[in-house]
């Protein structure tokens, strides 16, 4: 929602606090370019000097009552809370006022937006006016106060304004001869790039009416404030020439990650993103430049910025968090040590989270690479202790997975994935054995379990496919399904294969790794549960009795590989209770800070902490990370499992899991993504399966090139990038137009929410990818 129009300048108005003379100071700006008597607009039209067709005024929301915004309201609305503007109703007006106002002007102008109170004052609702008015992003005008303890409350409305990410352009007070707060501040935010002014105070207020107009026009005509006028037509222009370069500098600079350049055929392919909010980036196009059209357009983070996003972008409480942490430790050392964070996150974990009931130690580092790299180590540790391996035997350790999984880009996590995949690197080695994968999707409405040729051989089907006729509630139904005839040819032919390779020659496996539900990177594949679980469960029978050496696991340690489908990703804390079978290691990170910062840990039973717990430092883990607990990733992940944990219980999470009962009967898969739309998708023809859990909807298209190197998708949806100009502002329900920012894994599109996005949003989403694959399939 954030504006930018570059002949059309905009600047809010904040205060330090009340009545610190915004107005009057508003009205010196607009000077500068050339029963409601008292109100602000008012004051403006009579004092701006301007020719009325010159200049326009409006208040949008007017109270007779001179009490907080919010308790005017309130006392406007009878007590009634459904009467009260909301927040979003509130800023969409205004936005639509600016767009409104930015298409009747045909050469330079200028929009001040004045707030009401001090930076915190509340709005209508009672949000306080910085959180409120921040989707809109707008350039900021500071009014110090000049009073007895103004130094403070404008030096706190400043940091406070900063917190949340606003543009300071420009500090204006009065100057006062007595507490002389200005001569503190000039210098003080000079250091920081910021201008101070201070100009006279106005004359006392006349009683005399006409006395007191004149006395007022004579204290203007003293003002000038053109060169703070023309200070923040520079910034202004600045601005845009910063982010007019940014695509060209970007290409010549950057290297980006999991980006082909020679695909990049102009500047018009980079996104040049100039702030985002909730859902929401804002993101900068030059073609509107030259147009009454906002420079900066809305367009949904339809990846949740890499599944990383849990709360939406630029959350306050998380924000506060992180600055809490920072100035109170920074980053301090973590060996043998510790701070309240850490230790805090740790206990969080361990007692009320992923590692409830089955982990008993936490270990930090920085991102799921590393973390699993972390997880790697234990088990092939755990698991040569008790093998009492020595020298070549540890080096040439193998692990069991699936194809098509994925651990992240470091070496080690690498080498725990399939030959094939994509993400690899002139050193890759992949030591192990990886199962190909019975699937799970909706195909024309209908719930399908896909087998691979192996399995489909050892079922003695014809086809690949065990098609049912049963509900995808079905399909999840772990406890209902382990004694079906499917779980029987899972059990049978994982056993047959593991007894193979025990005489193959090839590396002996020491781990089994697993992404429980959805591997994620490997295209969105969604493993019917039931293999996964039966596979465990074969693991460890396969070793009846726990060693002495190494307690409680049995046949393989198993690594439950949680970054992507963890903490509510798949609408569930973690995939263990679902699954019925514990890891012995586990690995969470992405949502685990909300998406504001990196940090990852991983989980370790007892009995793989005890593989490594001597009095020989040699035996220790040996393993860490300048960042290790970093104070402020850990700060800020209490903050986001504390919102988190409340957001589970929310009306739209209740609502949206009924919309999932389609038998009548509570189910233990759902999504944010309504079911009629996903088994609509899977009919269209240029479909070929659809799946939904969470906040994750995957599509798969249509393509004779299926795999990774695919542009399928990307061609197929392209229509949802651009930002449609021909409709109103805001669609039904008060929520912005926007495009839709996506990534692909091939011919596999792929979109996340967070947790807590609007369902309006989701609804708007929906019907745009819906209108773009149904415009493609009658195209065709």
């Given at each position: 929602m954030s504006l930018l129009f570059k002949h059309f300048r905009i600047h809010q108005i904040f205060g330090a606090n009340t009545d610190v003379g915004k107005t009057i100071l508003t009205t010196a700006l607009v000077r500068a370019t050339g029963p409601f008597q008292d109100a602000d607009d008012e004051h403006i039209r009579r004092h701006c000097?301007?020719?009325?067709?010159?200049?326009?005024?409006?208040c949008l929301y007017r109270f007779h009552v001179p009490v907080s915004p919010h308790l005017a309201a309130q006392i406007a609305a009878g007590g009634e809370a459904d009467k009260i503007v909301p927040d979003d109703t509130f800023l969409n007006s205004i936005s639509s006022y600016v767009r409104r106002s930015a298409s009747r002007v045909s050469g330079p102008a200028h929009m001040y937006l004045e707030t009401a109170?001090?930076?915190?004052?509340?709005?209508?609702?009672?949000?306080?006016q910085l959180e409120c008015y921040r989707p809109l992003f707008l350039p900021t005008i500071l009014v110090g106060d000049s009073r007895l303890g103004g130094i403070s409350a404008t030096i706190s409305a400043y940091e406070s304004l900063l917190?949340?990410?606003?543009?300071?352009?420009?500090?204006?007070?009065?100057?006062?001869?007595?507490?002389?707060?200005?001569?503190?501040?000039?210098?003080?935010?000079?250091?920081?790039?910021?201008?101070?002014?201070?100009?006279?105070?106005?004359?006392?207020?006349?009683?005399?009416?006409?006395?007191?107009?004149?006395?007022?026009?004579?204290?203007?005509?003293?003002?000038?404030?053109?060169?703070?006028?023309?200070?923040?037509?520079?910034?202004?222009?600045?601005?845009?020439?910063?982010?007019?370069?940014?695509?060209?500098?970007?290409?010549?600079?950057?290297?980006?990650?999991?980006?082909?350049?020679?695909?990049?055929?102009?500047?018009?392919?980079?996104?040049?993103?100039?702030?985002?909010?909730s859902d929401f980036f804002s993101v900068y196009n030059a073609q509107n430049a030259g147009r009454s059209v906002s420079s900066l357009e809305a367009q949904f983070?339809?990846?949740?910025?890499?599944?990383?996003?849990?709360?939406?972008?630029?959350?306050?409480?998380?924000?506060?968090?992180?600055?809490?942490?920072?100035?109170?430790?920074?980053?301090?050392?973590?060996?043998?040590?510790?701070?309240?964070?850490?230790?805090?996150?740790?206990?969080?974990?361990?007692?009320?989270?992923?590692?409830?009931?089955?982990?008993?130690?936490?270990?930090?580092?920085?991102?799921?690479s590393t973390a699993m790299e972390?997880?790697?180590?234990?088990?092939?540790?755990?698991?040569?202790?008790?093998?009492?391996?020595?020298?070549?035997?540890?080096?040439?350790?193998?692990?069991?997975?699936?194809?098509?999984?994925?651990?992240?880009?470091?070496?080690?996590?690498?080498?725990?994935?399939?030959?094939?995949?994509?993400?690899?690197?002139?050193?890759?080695?992949?030591?192990?054995?990886?199962?190909d994968p019975p699937t799970v999707s909706i195909q024309e409405g209908c719930a399908i379990v896909t087998l691979p040729p192996a399995l489909a051989a050892v079922a003695a089907k014809d086809d690949y496919r065990m098609n049912t006729t049963n509900s995808m509630s079905w399909v999840y139904d772990l406890t209902g399904r382990l004694d079906s005839p499917l779980a029987q040819v899972y059990r049978e032919y994982i056993s047959h294969t593991l007894d193979g390779l025990e005489h193959s020659g090839g590396p002996r496996l020491a781990a089994l790794v697993l992404e429980p539900l959805v591997m994620g990177s490997g295209g969105m594949i969604f493993v019917d549960p039931l293999f996964q679980r039966i596979l465990v469960d074969v693991v460890r029978e396969r070793d009846p009795a726990p060693s002495k050496l190494t307690g409680d696991w049995r046949g393989l340690p198993v690594i439950y590989d949680e970054v992507f489908v963890g903490l509510y990703r798949l609408g569930m804390q973690s995939t263990i209770p679902f699954l019925g079978a514990a890891p012995d290691i586990s690995v969470h990170a992405k949502i685990l800070t909300g998406g504001l910062v990196p940090l990852a840990v991983t989980l370790a039973s007892d009995s793989i902490f005890r593989a490594f717990h001597s009095t020989e430092k040699a035996e220790a883990l040996l393993h860490g990370h300048s960042y290790t607990a970093h104070p402020l990733g850990c700060e800020v992940a209490n903050e986001a499992l504390k919102l988190i944990e409340k957001e589970v219980r929310s009306e739209p999470w209740a609502t949206a899991k009924a919309r999932w009962d389609l038998d009548g009967t509570p189910s233990v898969m759902w999504s944010l993504w309504d079911p009629r739309f996903v088994r609509a998708l899977s009919c269209l023809e240029n479909v070929t399966e659809v799946m939904a859990l969470g906040t994750v909807l995957s599509i798969k298209v249509n393509d004779v090139q299926a795999g990774y190197i695919?542009?399928?998708?990307?061609?197929?949806?392209?229509?949802?990038?651009?930002?449609?100009?021909?409709?109103?502002?805001?669609?039904?329900?008060?929520?912005?137009?926007?495009?839709?920012?996506?990534?692909?894994?091939?011919?596999?599109?792929?979109?996340?929410?967070?947790?807590?996005?609007?369902?309006?949003?989701i609804r708007t989403a929906e019907d745009k990818i819906w209108k773009a694959l149904e415009i493609k399939c009658l195209a065709e």
């Open positions: 000097g301007a020719p009325q067709d010159k200049v326009h005024t409006d109170g001090g930076v915190h004052s509340p709005t209508l609702s009672g949000v306080t917190l949340r990410g606003y543009i300071i352009d420009a500090i204006l007070l009065f100057r006062d001869q007595y507490y002389r707060n200005s001569e503190f501040l000039m210098p003080y935010f000079a250091e920081r790039g910021i201008e101070v002014t201070a100009v006279d105070a106005p004359p006392p207020k006349a009683v005399d009416a006409a006395e007191n107009l004149a006395s007022t026009e004579r204290y203007y005509e003293s003002l000038n404030l053109l060169p703070v006028v023309q200070n923040l037509d520079m910034r202004h222009q600045q601005r845009l020439a910063e982010l007019d370069s940014m695509p060209r500098r970007s290409i010549d600079t950057l290297w980006w990650p999991f980006v082909q350049h020679g695909l990049v055929k102009s500047e018009k392919d980079v996104t040049v993103i100039d702030s985002a909010s983070d339809g990846s949740a910025s890499w599944w990383t996003q849990a709360l939406g972008h630029a959350h306050p409480a998380l924000t506060l968090a992180a600055a809490r942490a920072s100035g109170r430790y920074g980053h301090v050392m973590f060996p043998q040590a510790t701070h309240a964070p850490a230790l805090l996150l740790a206990e969080r974990l361990l007692h009320d989270g992923p590692g409830k009931d089955w982990a008993s130690r936490v270990f930090f580092s920085d991102d799921g972390v997880a790697l180590k234990m088990a092939l540790r755990a698991f040569s202790v008790r093998e009492q391996l020595e020298g070549t035997e540890r080096k040439a350790l193998g692990v069991l997975g699936i194809k098509g999984s994925y651990h992240g880009d470091t070496i080690g996590a690498m080498d725990a994935c399939a030959e094939e995949g994509v993400f690899t690197c002139e050193w890759h080695n992949a030591k192990g054995y990886w199962f695919s542009q399928s998708a990307q061609t197929l949806l392209q229509s949802i990038r651009i930002h449609d100009h021909d409709t109103e502002s805001f669609a039904s329900g008060g929520v912005p137009q926007f495009s839709v920012h996506f990534r692909t894994l091939g011919n596999v599109a792929y979109f996340m929410t967070s947790l807590n996005t609007a369902p309006e949003t």
